[in-house]
């Protein structure tokens, strides 16, 4: 029988995140005002007025394109002792993050903030920023060496994980 898990976390937006995707629209919307008025009143010939309109709706395009790109979520699966984690940015692009094997864990536990990263440390954060509920996980990895991955597992993806982790961390409580 398979062990399976599935988890989709959406990221909790910071005030900097709600800042920047603001700010991201209104210098769009300004910048694409621009080009327009500047079409409007300044182009002599058809061809650049219809170049105008063009790079202006290309303008607003790309405001939109930039501020979709800001909503991200996180997907945990976990198959048979193996943990993959993808991002997913405006539910339309999905790019995975890490593919590890839960018997790589070298330590495993409750994330508290402040805890110490060694300098040649990959930190890899797919969390929902509540810092209450965060788990992290070190590992090795093939790709990036020493790695630590944080992130927030609900009870049915802990018991999952607990299940393939390696004896000396099984008995440690988490």
Known sequence: MDNFAEQLVKKNETNADKTRRFSMMIVGILFSAALLLLT??????????????????????????????????????????????????????????????????????????????????????ATDNIASHEYYADFTDETVGAARLIFVPDERML????????AKLRTKQH
Request: hydrophobic content about 40%; charged content about 25%; glycine content about 6%.
């Open 40 to 125: 409007l009143f300044q182009a002599r010939s058809p061809l650049l007025v219809l170049l105008g309109f063009a790079l202006a709706a290309a303008a607003g395009y790309g405001t939109y394109y930039f501020v979709q790109n800001t909503y991200v979520e996180y997907e945990y699966t976990f198959t048979n002792g193996e943990l993959d984690v993808d991002k997913i940015i405006a539910k339309k692009k999905r790019r995975q993050m890490l593919s590890t094997s839960i018997r790589q864990f070298t330590d495993f536990g409750r994330y508290e903030e402040g805890m110490e990263e060694t300098a040649d440390m990959t930190v890899i954060m």
């Open 159 to 166: 018991e999952n994980i607990s299940k393939f982790l390696p």
